[in-house]
């Protein structure tokens, strides 16, 4: 069964850069879509990109000069940069898989990450 | 595409009929999909494709829709139903609603 697993601190200051790891068991990511998707206090949830199979990616517009994704294949593990964060970037962090043609089917459980001083 | 779904909290009781509703601002061609998530677990993939139920997804859970409106039917609310449910539209860039919060009456 595939099983995803994101990892990293659950604090950040502003300004400095949030990372995130996902870790994947089951399934190779050199096969279908690997995706980050976050939830703000208050229940709005953000796509924020994902890396392809083939190692391209494709960043939400909004973050798009503050986001990376990016993979380790041997580990079988994929990562999130996020740049210059402020307390805005607060929320619950999960990592997730799509098969391309239907949207994310498998979920990490989330990391919590607040961004404060 | 802006989602907004409706209503933002729906009361009902065990064995109800549910709908809950999910409106585009554009068309979005039936690639809409919906999710379950309960207090502090991953969102669940229920429905894709506007209509196809998800592997191991109850048939209780129903999709329709087209264009712009889509509504998600959960035929006979069971307790363990409650939950906040989240549309989703992937055809043009990729957005969430603000979710439906389901609880019983």
């Known amino acids: 069964e595939v099983q995803l697993q994101e990892s990293g601190p659950g604090l950040v200051k502003p300004s400095q850069s949030l990372s995130l790891t996902c870790s994947v068991t089951?399934?190779?990511?050199?096969?279908?879509?690997w995706g980050w998707i976050r939830k703000f206090p208050g229940n709005k949830m953000e796509w924020m990109g994902y890396i392809s199979y083939s190692g391209s990616t494709s960043y939400n517009p909004s973050l798009k000069s503050r986001i990376s994704i990016t993979r380790d294949t041997s580990k079988n593990q994929f990562f999130l940069q996020l740049n210059s964060v402020t307390t805005e970037d607060t929320a619950t962090y999960y990592c997730?898989?799509?098969?391309?043609?239907?949207?994310?089917?498998?979920w990490g459980q989330g990391v919590m990450v607040t961004v404060s001083s | 595409i802006q989602l907004t779904q409706s209503p933002s909290l729906l009361s009902a009781s065990v064995g109800d009929r549910v709908t809950l509703s999910c409106k585009g601002s554009?068309?979005?061609?039936?690639?809409l999909a919906w999710y379950q998530q309960k207090l502090g677990e991953a969102p669940k993939l229920l429905i894709y494709?506007?209509?196809s139920l998800q592997t191991g997804i109850p048939s209780r859970f129903s999709g329709s829709g087209s264009g712009t409106d889509y509504t998600l039917t959960i035929s006979s609310l069971q307790p363990e139903d409650v939950a906040t449910y989240f549309c989703y539209q992937y055809n043009n860039g990729n957005t969430f609603g603000a979710g439906t919060k389901l609880e019983l009456k």
């Open positions: 554009q068309n979005i061609n039936n690639y």
């Open positions: 494709n506007t209509n």
């Open positions: 997730a898989r799509s098969r391309g043609i239907t949207p994310f089917d498998y």
């Open positions: 089951g399934y190779s990511i050199t096969s279908n879509y």
